[in-house]
């Protein structure tokens, strides 16, 4: 069974077609990269899959769960880390943390070693009892992920999580990720770093103009792009149709 199920997703904003009859599964130790150009849709299929955004048609079932119907069992179910997380600033990142885990109904003992476990490779134990408008943007980031990574849930949605961070926060992340995969939890990841998705991803899914270009492994892509030996970033102009782009960054090179 699926994880993540997403079938004919379709929201409007207005007469604009955010995301137009999207369908992908994301099965059990599978990391799915969700990739398209800014104003594909990502960000929209994302929200949605998260339970913050209500789809105009369409059907996303978590653990063969329906979302619309079970939210509540849904979001116990999916881990969410956005591209630019809010947190509350008048707390610490200790009580964000204890805060979360009320929510979740995290177990005390899970708690503790969980985030000790957390803000320790992350560098935060030192800053665990500062005041979160202290904390830089990269530091909130590793805090958000370390308030969804402690619950070790069976899907994790993920938006730009690279956004902010370090090299050496940027790499232990990645190697989480694989970790999680390896342990039979599924990845929903959304990237701009083509680079990221080729070492993270076992599938990949291209959004254009909000509907899924083409879904499948690098074999598979490049086999529809015509380019046998190419990596992703050429895969990925090609079936975007911005070669012009490409033809510009030649000319820059050249000049």
Known sequence: MSVLEIIKLTKRFGKYKAVDDVTLSVQPGE????????????????????GLLKPDKGEVFVNGNNLQEQPTICKQDTGYIPDRPWLYEKLTGVEFLQFIGSLYNLDTDRFNQSTEYFL????????????IESYSHGMRQ??????????????LVIDEPMVGLDPKSARLVKEIFKQRALAGKSIFLSTHSLEIAEELCHQIGIITDGKLRIKGDMD?????????????????LQLTGVWEMQEIINALKDS
């Open 120 to 131: 320790n490779i992350f560098d935060l134990t030192e800053w665990k009892d500062h005041l």
């Open 220 to 236: 598979t892509l490049r086999h529809e792009a015509g380019k046998k030996s190419s990596d992703l970033e050429d895969i990925f």
């Open 31 to 50: 990391i799915f990269g969700f990739l398209g150009p800014n104003g594909a849709g990502k960000t929209t299929t994302i929200k949605i899959v998260a």
């Open 142 to 155: 590793k805090l958000i992920m370390t308030s969804v990574l402690m619950q070790d849930q069976p899907l």
